[in-house]
């Protein structure tokens, strides 16, 4: 115990005196907190949009008109030459075409239906496939305003509305669903990074050495390695609930305890990949480049920025291994539903095993004698 | 009565797969000795006293360091020796005074020995003024002391100096060896390798390594005699030029 303290003296020492660490460990995920869920956002806007109106009549001014005020489109150019509008999503300019063809009126009053044509630029295929989608609403949205004018009194025939209604988010904010999730996965960048790059620093200069010629016990050179930046870790998360608090009014609905309580485990887990990546590498650019891998892999496979639900079976099973799969879930589910143990408990019966597997290989692969 | 033997090594080998960095070495280090460990790069200097020293474990021999064996009780060796390594070993990011802290710490010195050994230690090295500066900012000479004088505050049995004082001016090489000359009146025994002849000649009795191979072991006077020449440096351009994998 004596030596464990000494240990952690020597360790929150050299942290603390590290300015640049300690930025990088305070500083810079917290920025990130504030800057990336404005830019991580599923919303489409600004979707430009051309228009070929060969119709000129009142009902095509009508819906090029509410099409612009839906807000989501900017009419680039209102054309009646299907080729110029063309050369504009050629060029990249345009993402969807829409064409409304000669008796576009005519036709709507006398058959009440007609064909529109809408050609969608999907080299941004999510731009093009929500905003194809935008559109079609627009125009339904009209199509039923119309219906319900010529039709005396009977309102849409037979027609089925559904309505929705947004729960635990009901703004539809995605900042609100974004943001817990970045902050798992700033924690987990902090935590894998700094443990791995820590040990693998006292290799590089040699000093490692120097500690395993001593009696330092095995167990209480990784526990004054790993403690720190548990703690660390800890504090990061704290700071990070508190800003998601001040600048997305992001309060948890469940028990804070309970995250915590995840966090503590989850922590041993990353801050054990870390050591496990740091008995790997004999330097700190081996270090970085496979917990880069490994971080690059983490944060796109984890559900945050996409649905695993829509990922290939194989893709599942990658997310059903990647910690920050669990946590992200369990941070939504906590944060935002306001779930109990009984909710997430099998999240952390993984995450408790995920910790103990890797810290055992970790310790197993980490020697002093050679 | 015969002293007691410090370290006893029979037969000590280490291979890395085809490759036989210590081939069976035989030697005996008593009580109170410098003794020196020579050879050029690459003759396996350095993964013998690694192997003495409880970092690596050998391929095949026996050895008893400080009493204890090498396969049996790494550790207890480890609480018995000091370490001098070649790279430098103290934390640069450290002050003198929390390195004193933190290495004598460990060896679970109590904290009035840690005190007063450590005010000592400044004392004698001077560097009452530099003992709460970062270690980063004192010369190499300075630090190679510093670093000496660390390894042994625990006042182990035995100390091991891989090449100590390379890279340092003269006058600083000879505080050092008057620091060596300290230790060894405490008693403490010291295995140092090194590549200055002169420094040879300080040593009570020396080995001389060639491909992982011990091919001389005597006092320098002897080794002298032996080879008729005048200097160890004679004596190790005759060895050394046998070897075949040496990078010089």
Known sequence: MKTLRIILKKEFRQIF????????????????LIVLPWAANYEIKNISLVVVDTDRSGFSRELVSKISAS????????????????????RDEADILLQIPTGFEKKMVRESHQKLLMVANAINGTKAIVGSAYLGSVIRDYNGKLRTEWLNGGGPAGGIEITSSNWFNPAMNYQVFMVPGILVMLVTMVGGMMSALNIVKEKEIGTIEQINVTPIRKYQFILGKLIPFWIIGMLVFSIGLLISRILYGIIPEGNLLLLYAFLAVYLIAVLGFGLLVSTYSETQQQAISIIFFFLMVFNLMSGLFTPIESMPEWAQWIARINPLTYFIDVMRMVVLKGSGLRDVWSHLAVIGGMAVFVNFWAVLNYRKTS | MEREKVIYARNLEKRFGDFIAVNKISFEVESGEIFGFLGANGAGKTTAMRMLSGLSIPSSGEALVAGFDVYKFPEKIKQNIGYMSQKFSLY??????ENIHFFSGIYGLSKQEIERRGKEMIEKLGLEKEADKLVRDLPLGWKQKLAFSVAILHEPKLVFLDEPTSGVDP????????????ASDKGI???ITTHYMDEAEYCDRISIMVDGVIEAMDSPFKLKQHFGVTSMDEVFQILARQAKRSDN
């Open chain 1, 71 to 90: 807000g989501y489109f900017v009419v680039k150019e209102n054309t009646s030459s299907y080729e110029q509008a063309m050369a504009f999503v050629e």
């Open chain 1, 17 to 32: 005196r590290n300015s640049l660490l300690l930025k990088v460990i305070f500083v810079a995920p917290l920025l990130q």
């Open chain 2, 171 to 182: 006058v600083t090489r000879r505080q050092f060896w008057d620091l060596i000359y300290d």
């Open chain 2, 92 to 97: 640069e990011d450290l002050t003198v005074r």
């Open chain 2, 189 to 191: 025994t010291v295995f």
